[in-house]
């Protein structure tokens, strides 16, 4: 089955910096990337989401890269404000197979 | 987009009792989905839900542990039987609305923290 890696584990940014989290995956067959932001007492929700035939996504400050070859993709938060605080979780699946697999998860901690 | 309702928010229970967790959806989906995620961990599947038939588990639960309901599609149960203190986690139900040939994001309920004492 998939196995997911996310990298690193926490991570703490000053306020206007930007924050990268890497994940990388096993399954080659996986098409789909999303990236979920959980705060804390919420549920997780989706904020980027990227398949496999593009290679970068962006949406204002977040943006997502993928490398298909390498099996690896990245969130990418620039200018970070201490609203961008949370957990950020990776996950992959393939398109017709609707089980997402999540990484381990990021604790993002923007400091003002 | 899918707006999920999830109840109990959160609960303290005793250790050897069962909790029901319900998840309401504002819309018709195909699949529903619990997972499970325990203190500072990920999302671990427990079961799809699938509706008028039984759920479909992940290795390492089952049925009498986490039995599901699925009466119709916009509803599903979760229950935690004969709980103990390692049963404490953030339970989340999610639903994934398809379009036709691909997926769509999946959309989660707020979960509902469990704590067996």
């Known amino acids: 089955g998939e196995n997911v890696e996310q990298h690193p584990s926490t991570l703490s940014v000053q306020e206007g910096d930007s924050a990268v989290i890497k994940c990388t995956y096993s399954d080659s067959a996986s098409n789909y990337f999303p990236w979920y932001k959980q705060e804390l007492g919420k549920g997780p929700q989706l904020i980027i989401d990227?398949?496999?035939?593009?290679g970068e996504k962006k949406d204002q400050r977040i943006a997502v890269t993928l490398n298909k070859t390498a099996k690896h993709f990245s969130l990418h938060i620039t200018e970070t404000q201490p609203e961008d605080s949370a957990v950020y979780f990776c996950a992959a699946s393939r398109e017709g197979y609707s089980t997402l697999t999540f990484g381990k998860g990021t604790m993002l901690l923007v400091s003002p | 987009s899918a707006v999920i309702s999830q109840k109990p928010s959160r609960d303290i229970c005793q250790r050897g009792t069962s909790l029901t967790i319900q998840c309401q959806v504002d819309s018709q989906v195909t699949m529903m989905f619990w997972y499970r995620q325990q203190p500072g961990q990920s999302l671990t599947l427990i079961a799809t839900?699938?509706?008028?038939?039984?759920?479909?588990?992940e290795s390492g639960f089952v049925i009498d542990k986490f039995p599901i309901s699925r009466p119709n599609l916009t509803f599903s149960t979760l229950t935690v039987s004969n709980m103990s203190p390692e049963d404490s986690s953030i339970y989340l139900c999610s639903v994934e609305p398809q379009r036709a040939g691909s997926i769509t994001e999946a959309f989660f309920g707020q979960g509902t923290r469990l704590t067996v004492v």
């Open positions: 990227i398949r496999s035939n593009v």
């Open positions: 839900a699938n509706q008028g038939s039984e759920a479909t588990y």
